[in-house]
């Protein structure tokens, strides 16, 4: 009878125990899974199967892989064709995505992995990184003065060369021609008024035009280590100019011409207006234009053509 005594007072203190227990225990887990929830954006917890790219592309594969941001569906979807076209096929997702390595799912809130995939280029290129941290393009942090502001104002690599979509240029023709006409892309969206102002026949309105021996900016400019024109290491900078043209297969018998005709590159516009005739003719052209409503006939837009390269050549 004790025995039995013994073992009912046992399962009830037991069946007490674990009644009251874990409702505390449980509306901890919750709590935690609730902030995680909000910590991470995600409604699941998951681990992947590994960290190389089949893991990554368990996701970013499918097209359907969209996130609200801003008030927007933003697609995080990565062409795993494309993406084993370009010249980075062998290099894992966290080559690049450094930051991702111990955060699965990744951390909501965190807008710096861009910055860090953007950047993460210097590790196995560092030729080109230790040009750009000395042009610029490279942030000149002040004293008293919050670097990650201050660098957020400066490209990187990715800005300009794209992420998972780059092409290969080492010996590939066809990446080399496609680089060359994204002039906008990697400089113009930044340089708005210099991509407008380069417009003169020869090189400007040339290469806006498709020609593929039209110098894009970096031909005259630089790549990596650019300078502004004031900087004796700068390409265009005045004692450089002869060595810079000179370096255009056009362009063997440079001369002082050439160097001359340098300045007009983004001046274009500029000259033409300072000539009288020409301000003459822009006055009539706009008389007419406003005879037929705004609507230039096309044999106006084709006669002013001629008479601009006749000013400009003349």
């Known amino acids: 009878m004790i025995r039995r005594a013994g073992t009912c007072f046992t399962v009830i203190a037991s069946a007490l125990f674990f009644a009251l227990i874990p409702p505390y225990v449980f509306a901890q887990e919750t709590r935690e899974k609730i902030e995680a929830s909000v910590q991470t954006g995600y409604d699941v917890e998951f681990t992947l199967p590994t960290a190389a790219q089949a893991g990554c592309l368990v996701c970013h594969a499918d097209e359907g ?3 609200l941001r801003a008030e927007s569906l933003k697609s995080f979807y990565v062409d795993p064709e494309e993406f084993a076209d370009g010249p980075h ?3 894992q997702c966290v080559g690049c995505h450094l930051d991702f390595v111990s955060q699965m799912p990744h951390i909501e809130g965190i807008d710096d992995w861009r910055r860090v995939a953007k950047s993460a280029c210097k590790n196995c290129h560092d030729g080109p990184h230790i040009q ?9 942090i002040e004293v008293g003065e919050d670097p990650v502001e201050d660098e957020r104002e400066y ?3 990715g800005d300009c060369h794209g992420g998972h979509d780059i092409v290969a240029l080492t010996d590939n023709p066809e990446g080399q021609a496609a680089l060359h006409r994204d002039g906008w892309q990697v400089c113009g969206r930044c340089h708005e008024d210099y991509w407008d102002s380069y417009n003169d026949y020869y090189h400007g309105r040339a290469y806006k035009r498709g020609a593929l021996d039209a110098p894009a900016c970096w031909e005259c400019h630089g790549a990596h280590a650019v300078y502004p024109s004031s900087d004796r290491r700068s ?3 005045e004692l450089r100019l002869e060595e810079t043209c000179g370096s255009c297969k056009y362009h063997q018998d440079v ?4 160097v001359g005709y340098s300045v007009l590159i983004h001046g274009h516009r500029e000259v033409l207006e300072a000539n009288p005739l020409y301000a003459f ?3 009539i052209r706009s008389f007419i234009s406003g005879l037929f409503g705004r609507q230039e006939p ?3 837009r084709e006669a002013s053509a001629v008479f601009d390269k006749t000013v400009w050549e003349g």
Request: net charge negative; proline share 6%; with cysteine.
């Open 298 to 300: 096309q044999q106006i």
């Open 89 to 91: 096929s062998e290099v």
């Open 65 to 67: 892989l969209m996130l």
């Open 235 to 237: 390409q265009v900078h």
């Open 255 to 258: 001369n002082e011409a050439y």
């Open 281 to 283: 003719f822009q006055r």
């Open 155 to 157: 490209p990187l690599c």
């Open 132 to 140: 750009l941290s000395d042009s610029v393009h490279a942030p000149q």
